[in-house]
């Protein structure tokens, strides 16, 4: 019992006491020169310690007290490398472990790769040619963001928006059936050639994008005739409603261009980013230029017009570069017989970006000199009677296609072949596929279209056709330029004359195939796809039994 208040002083004395008067001590200030004593002894004594594999084990800075580890990492395609702070392992820049970097620098650094992650993918996410792409986009969105503000503005001034007299009712009413007619065109085009986008995404693209420019001049001209708003307004709202809805079906296919992964959604979402960016400084140059003439109401209605020429040829210029800045890897019927053409005369294929800078955007190649054009078509297109279809079907026995000649080309191509410089056969060439037709039979079709083109126009040692010609075209030997090697084919050629190059360069065809599409693999060229039209595509022919 008495032994008690013993234990009990003991442990007041040892157990509570202490860590009471450290706390006190702690707030107090007291004991604080001798821990800072303790730690300045330590930065001497790390500051003496000999430096252990430099570059590898310590920094070359002793004032950052970091060692660096022999380990980086990379983010965002930037590299870095680890480093002990002496608390824990961190990442830092190669410009962070210089001595000549602030703490500003330091953050200013790190804004600039914050602002880069948000509006820019990662450089080794996508393709190189997405850069390229990337700058004329800017340029584009701002000319367009401009162009659709002053359109904006001639819209209100010529629906009375602002006048004394302007009726609010009336002027809400001619806006909604604007609109409306406008959703109306935009469905239209949608519903009618949105199977058709992927089989020339460029020539749609910048088609269209001339039809929304001529549609943004059209508002630009309503202030002058406000009595025939609604027509003009509508009018320009269903061209501007085709240009929209191509822009938007286009755009994911040239976003999957660019993706080396899976990172579309990534793409898509960076696009929107610099849009917005881009839109908006549009908008802020818009209204300096009319808070500059705000003084004189003459000059505001005159600035858009004066403005149009220049905004409107920014925009094309934009979107031209834009679009020739894209490297295509996939093959439509033009691509196809452009890297055919060239590996027929040079021996090898050639890259996505030369024949995105030679693809046309607005009219049709010239693939051969426009000789003998290719048309992927029906069968009721390349059989013109029974007898010439059991010719086809025999001739191309245990093939997926039938390759055939037409005495003329059908539609706008035969007025093409009219014009200056190019040839005047009045021929065409029609492909025609079998329901289970696979890309490596359209790929086959193409080169035997063009062997056939070079064979019945060049003229080594004999006449058109003749097996001497095929045979050199057969043997990929390089030629040289056309305009030194061929003669011009003049009028329709005669049906014993084609039968025999057809079947000719139909065998020169399954003979190189297999070489051609290696060679287009090796490329980089995606051969297991082919970008068909929609009505190519829903027209096959099968074969049944009589």
Request: aromatic share 6%; hydrophobic share 45%.
């Amino acid at each position: 019992m008495d032994l008690q208040p013993r234990r009990l002083l003991s442990l007041r004395k040892h157990v509570i006491v202490p860590p009471l008067f450290a706390s006190l001590g702690s707030v107090l200030g007291w004991g604080r020169g001798r821990r800072r004593a303790a730690r300045r002894s330590q930065a001497e004594a790390a500051a003496q310690r000999p430096k252990e594999g430099a570059g590898e084990g310590s920094s070359d800075d002793p004032a950052l007290h970091c060692r660096v580890l022999p380990v980086g990492a990379v983010r965002g395609g930037r590299h870095s490398r680890y480093v002990w702070d002496g608390r824990v392992i961190r990442a830092m820049d190669p410009g962070e472990l210089s001595t000549h970097n602030g703490r500003l620098q330091k953050r200013l650094m790190r804004m600039r790769e914050a602002v880069v992650a948000a509006f820019l993918p990662a450089r080794g996410e996508v393709t190189e040619d997405y850069w390229g792409y990337a700058r004329w986009r800017a340029g584009h969105r701002l000319f367009s963001s401009m162009l659709q503000n002053f359109a904006t503005q001639s819209l209100l001034l010529a629906v009375g928006v602002g006048a004394q007299r302007s009726l609010p009712a009336a002027a809400a009413i001619n806006w909604i059936l604007k609109d409306g007619l406008g959703r109306l065109g935009r469905l239209s085009v949608a519903a009618r050639f949105g199977h058709s986008f992927d089989s020339d995404l460029k020539r749609f693209r910048f088609a269209t994008s001339l039809l929304f420019s001529g549609s943004i001049a059209l508002e630009y001209l309503t202030p002058l005739w406000p009595g025939r708003f609604l027509l003009m307004a509508s009018v320009a709202n269903v061209g501007k409603s085709i240009g929209l809805t191509t822009y938007i079906s286009t755009q994911p296919s040239f976003g999957k261009s660019f993706a080396r992964g899976e990172n579309l959604a990534d793409i898509t979402a960076k696009a929107q980013a610099q849009q917005m960016v881009m839109d908006t400084a549009g908008l802020l140059a818009c209204v300096a230029l009319m808070s500059a003439v705000r003084a004189r109401p003459h000059a505001q209605r005159l600035l858009p017009l004066a403005m149009l020429p220049l905004l409107a040829a920014g925009d094309l210029w934009s979107i031209w570069h834009e679009l020739k800045s894209i490297h295509l890897r996939s093959l439509n019927r033009e691509r196809a017989e452009m890297t055919a053409e060239a590996w027929l005369r040079d021996g090898q294929v050639p890259s996505a970006q030369q024949v995105s800078q030679e693809e046309p955007l607005l009219l049709p190649s010239r693939v051969g000199g426009g000789a003998l054009p290719l048309r992927i078509a029906p069968l009721e297109t390349a059989a013109a009677d029974p007898a010439g279809l059991m010719r086809l079907l025999e001739r191309h026995r245990g093939q997926r296609y039938l390759l055939a000649y037409t005495a003329r080309p059908p539609g706008w191509r035969s007025l093409l072949q009219r014009l200056p410089g190019c040839d005047g056969s009045g021929g065409g060439l029609a492909l025609a596929l079998r329901e289970d037709a696979r890309p490596e039979d359209v790929l086959t079709g193409v080169l035997q279209a063009s062997i056939l083109r070079r064979a019945l126009a060049a003229q080594p040692g004999g006449g058109p056709g003749e097996p001497e010609g095929l045979a050199h075209e057969a043997g990929l030997t390089p030629q040289p330029a056309a305009g030194a090697s061929r003669a011009r084919l003049r009028g329709p050629l005669e049906t014993r004359e084609v039968d025999a190059a057809l079947a000719a360069s139909n065998a020169a065809a399954r003979e190189q195939a297999a070489k051609f599409m290696a060679a287009l693999a090796a490329g980089d060229w995606q051969v297991g796809s082919f970008m068909l039209g929609a009505s190519v595509a829903r027209c096959g022919y099968f074969e049944a039994g009589l």
